[in-house]
């Protein structure tokens, strides 16, 4: 599974050309979709979003999907928005629930309860922004500690996962939630490339492009191509290196560039 990435980047005029979105103006949208007064609590989660070497389950993550509107995403309008990662299905009375829901194998996802419903339409289908993620190596000692690896694209370009989102009416404050609403989102895992198989038996399904990325959000894109499209990216495309394993463990503190370098 893919259960760590990075967003190393922190400037966001890349990530909104990147991604074709206006990210300030974005983020400080309400749970409704109208802009909001800007606050100090938005500013910090958008800062969250980004700049971020150890992006784990449950944390905000920065997603990209269509406009509402089926014109306007026909068009290609987009819009970003910070969401939950880990999908909590609406029929979900726990967040728990998304504990185990931060992937979706892509050979899963027309019979899965969860995300069946959901793949097949373009308001539940996102980019999750990234620049790299995070596998472990098993140690042929099993007294060792795993291994991190992370792994790169095109040489550290930002890049997308095919991601499923949906949201749910929500009472309490917490990380995806706003003004009554829970967003949420899980990233879709597919077979390894060879560069990834030599680490772990499963990765991430990585768009391969803007095309592809704008592919994956309209609104006319039939659910057996949207699951055609969960397929591994050329392993010529990628570089994978071992990582601190300083990242074995997730918790206040643990982050930063150092995460990238083998002490």
């Not at 990435?5 to 005029?13: C, E, R, S, Y």
């Not at 290609?76 to 967040?95: F, N, Q, T, Y």
């Not at 185990?100 to 969860?114: C, D, H, P, Q, V």
């Not at 980019?127 to 140690?139: K, N, Q």
């Amino acid at each position: 599974m893919c259960g760590r990435f990075t967003v190393t980047a922190k400037d966001t005029k890349k990530i909104a050309d990147r991604f074709q979105v206006e990210l300030e103006k974005a983020l400080e949208r309400g749970g409704d979709g109208k802009p909001q007064p800007p606050t100090a609590e938005r500013a910090k989660r958008a800062a969250s979003a980004l700049g971020r070497f150890n992006v784990a389950p449950t944390q905000e993550v920065l997603t990209v999907r269509s406009s509402p509107d089926p014109e306007e995403a026909a068009a290609g309008e987009r819009e970003a928005r910070l969401m939950r990662w880990g999908l909590v299905p609406r029929w979900a009375k726990d967040l728990k629930v998304g504990y185990k829901m931060i992937n979706a194998k892509a050979e899963n996802l027309t019979s899965s309860r969860a995300y069946g419903p959901l793949v097949g339409k373009f308001r539940h289908r996102c980019l999750i922004v990234a620049d790299g993620f995070y596998e472990w190596m098993v140690a042929e000692d099993p007294k060792q500690p795993r291994q991190p690896w992370r792994f790169t694209v095109d040489g550290g370009e930002p890049f997308a996962f095919a991601g499923i989102c949906t949201r749910k009416e929500w009472g309490e404050e917490g990380s995806g939630v706003d003004d009554g609403w829970l967003y949420t989102c899980t990233i879709v895992t597919t077979q390894p490339n060879e560069v990834v198989a030599k680490v772990h038996g499963r990765m991430p399904a990585i768009l391969p492009g803007p095309e592809a990325e704008t592919a994956w959000l309209r609104p006319d894109l039939e659910i057996e191509d949207a699951v055609a499209m969960c397929a591994p990216l050329p392993a010529a495309r990628m570089e994978g290196a071992p990582a601190n394993p300083k990242l074995n463990k997730v918790g206040k503190g643990i982050e930063g560039p150092e995460l990238l370098v083998v002490p």
